[in-house]
């Protein structure tokens, strides 16, 4: 057997909300291989939503592919609550979502007003006895194909974490590699001896990786293994535990980071529904905003004298970049 991790990010551009970085673990025999996956349990997953709807198939697929505001949330929900119930995870309400993707996101959401206190029942746009159907025939045919699901796992960077990275690593898009890269660590450590296969999407159009990898396993010698723009790969590691990082274009087009999309998405939407209802409660009729550059400059200055008035940080509230 080996171990097949994918890694994705929601909130890389947003002024507001927090960045969202998620990684999934899979089981599946020697040889598959990530882009294998699908395929391999076409029975009970699809990329297409439309094949899973009103059936025991559930769709995973890029996050951009399942959600948009006029679509809502229903097919990122019946896919993760398929997969969480893999993982003996059964959320009821906001919270518990956070808890069982990103708990360490919970002390930090503490400090930032439009989260300390906040809390719905979810799923928000499905039924959830409905989805609670859907975690046996899907754990059944992993089951059939030899797949298991291992781990799924979030880290949210918050504005004020957000601001403290760039002023740490210089840019954005330094900031992503070396929280994916840390998450990716982390996952690997308490896998058993056997080869493990990273699948990253491609980091603000960088192409070399190797001194990253370097930093965040100082212990192995980084082997490159071709670098540029399509894909860029990397082995290192013992003969029993090799690991091979695959920093490639359209990662998502491999299962493991297609549900790691859809878990980044998910949060972020769940934070930002917090962040808008917030707001909204103190300035009824406020339109809504998704965060990104040119709309969160109108909802900026449509808050600025409320902010001043409730004496909430610009640190806590604005992503520098």
Same mark, same amino acid.
Request: glycine share 8%.
């Given at each position: 057997?080996?171990?097949?991790?994918?890694?994705?990010?929601?909130?890389?551009?947003?002024?507001?909300?927090?960045?969202?970085?998620?990684?999934?673990?899979?089981?599946?025999?020697?040889?598959?291989?990530?882009?294998?996956?699908?395929?391999?349990?076409?029975?009970?997953?699809?990329?297409?939503?439309?094949?899973?709807?009103?059936?025991?198939?559930?769709?995973?697929?890029?996050?951009?592919?399942?959600?948009?505001?006029?679509?809502? @949330?229903?097919? %990122?929900?019946?896919? =993760?609550? /398929?997969? &969480?119930?893999?993982?003996?995870? +059964?959320?009821?309400?906001? !919270?518990?979502?956070?808890?069982?993707?990103?708990?360490?996101?919970?002390?930090?959401?503490?400090?930032?007003?439009?989260?300390?206190?906040?809390?719905?029942?979810?799923?928000?746009?499905?039924?959830?006895?409905? @989805?609670?159907? %859907?975690?046996?025939? =899907?754990? /059944?045919? &992993?089951?059939?194909?030899?797949? +298991?699901?291992?781990?799924? !796992?979030?880290?949210?960077?918050?504005?004020?974490?957000?601001?403290?990275?760039?002023?740490?690593?210089?840019?954005?898009?330094?900031?992503?590699?070396?929280?994916?890269?840390?998450?990716?660590?982390?996952?690997?450590?308490?896998?058993?001896?056997?080869?493990?296969?990273?699948?990253?999407?491609?980091?603000?159009? +960088?192409?070399?990786?190797?001194?990253?990898?370097?930093?965040?396993?100082?212990?192995?010698?980084?082997?490159?293994?071709?670098?540029?723009?399509?894909?860029?790969?990397?082995?290192?590691?013992?003969?029993?535990?090799?690991?091979?990082?695959?920093?490639?274009?359209?990662?998502?087009?491999?299962?493991?980071?297609?549900?790691?999309?859809?878990?980044?998405?998910?949060?972020?939407?769940?934070?930002?529904?917090?962040?808008?209802?917030?707001?909204?409660?103190?300035?009824?009729?406020?339109?809504?905003?998704?965060?990104?550059?040119?709309?969160?400059?109108?909802?900026?200055?449509?808050?600025?004298?409320?902010?001043?008035?409730?004496?909430?940080?610009?640190?806590?509230?604005?992503?520098?970049?």
């Amino acid at each position: 057997m080996e171990y097949l991790i994918g890694t994705d990010e929601a909130g890389y551009a947003p002024n507001f909300g927090p960045l969202v970085i998620s990684a999934t673990v899979w089981e599946a025999p020697d040889g598959v291989r990530g882009e294998d996956l699908f395929e391999r349990l076409a029975p009970v997953i699809s990329e297409r939503p439309e094949r899973a709807a009103g059936c025991p198939r559930v769709a995973i697929a890029d996050s951009k592919a399942l959600y948009s505001p006029d679509r809502g @949330l229903r097919h %990122l929900e019946r896919g =993760l609550w /398929a997969t &969480l119930g893999l993982l003996d995870h +059964r959320p009821r309400c906001w !919270r518990d979502v956070w808890q069982a993707l990103a708990p360490d996101a919970i002390e930090p959401m503490r400090c930032v007003p439009w989260y300390a206190d906040y809390d719905r029942p979810t799923p928000l746009d499905c039924d959830g006895e409905d @989805l609670a159907l %859907l975690a046996e025939p =899907l754990r /059944a045919g &992993l089951a059939a194909a030899g797949v +298991r699901l291992v781990a799924m !796992r979030s880290r949210a960077v918050f504005a004020h974490q957000f601001n403290d990275l760039i002023e740490q690593h210089g840019n954005k898009g330094a900031a992503l590699s070396h929280e994916t890269l840390a998450l990716a660590a982390r996952m690997i450590d308490p896998l058993p001896p056997a080869p493990v296969s990273v699948i990253c999407d491609k980091h603000g159009g +960088r192409n070399r990786y190797g001194d990253l990898l370097a930093e965040h396993f100082p212990d192995s010698f980084i082997e490159v293994h071709g670098e540029g723009g399509p894909r860029s790969t990397y082995r290192f590691g013992p003969a029993d535990r090799r690991i091979q990082f695959t920093f490639r274009v359209r990662a998502e087009a491999c299962l493991p980071a297609a549900l790691a999309s859809m878990a980044s998405k998910y949060l972020r939407e769940l934070a930002m529904r917090a962040f808008n209802d917030y707001w909204r409660g103190h300035l009824p009729g406020l339109e809504p905003t998704a965060g990104y550059p040119v709309d969160a400059k109108r909802f900026r200055a449509a808050i600025a004298q409320k902010q001043r008035q409730l004496k909430i940080d610009d640190r806590i509230l604005w992503r520098q970049r």
